[in-house]
């Protein structure tokens, strides 16, 4: 019953039918100094998930032509059949960001954190990187590289 009142309450959040937009704040991305924009080529995609790609680019809000920066594209495949467009992005915008140092827990203390816990649940943020977004000098930065021949 608790579930039923939190869906109807977030209503919007649970909708799968939209992207969820943090609202009232922008997201930069902070380059070192001496960066280089970096172009990748665009990866080959197997035949059989060409059509669901393609599909996928067409939710896409906006298709660019030329950027400075091109990161090739990881297609993840989800339980539902549909695809998920991921960034490579440890090849080309990764090595050019400042870093704010923030230490990852080990598994040893999220285990200890989550002991003594109920449940476990999984979250599928429908579309999560879109759901902050970027400041326009930023956008250019996160360009997929993308051919479907």
Request: aromatic share 6%.
């Amino acid at each position: 019953m608790k579930i039923q009142l939190l869906k109807a309450k977030y209503a919007r959040v649970f909708d799968i039918n939209s992207v969820g937009k943090i609202e009232g704040m922008q997201a930069k991305l902070k380059l070192k100094s001496h960066y280089k924009p970096v172009i990748k080529k665009a990866r080959q995609v197997s035949f059989s998930i060409k059509p669901r790609i393609e599909q996928e680019l067409e939710n896409l809000e906006k298709k660019v032509k030329q950027s400075k920066w091109a990161t090739p594209i990881v297609a993840i495949p989800k339980a539902s059949n549909e695809i998920r467009l991921c960034g490579d992005y440890k090849v080309t915008v990764n090595p050019n960001l400042v870093i704010d140092s923030h230490p990852i827990p080990t598994v040893e203390e999220l285990f200890t954190d989550m002991s003594g816990g109920e449940k476990i649940t999984k979250i599928d943020l429908s579309q999560a990187y879109l759901q902050l977004e970027l400041t326009p000098e930023s956008r250019d930065i996160l360009t997929l590289n993308v051919e479907i021949y």
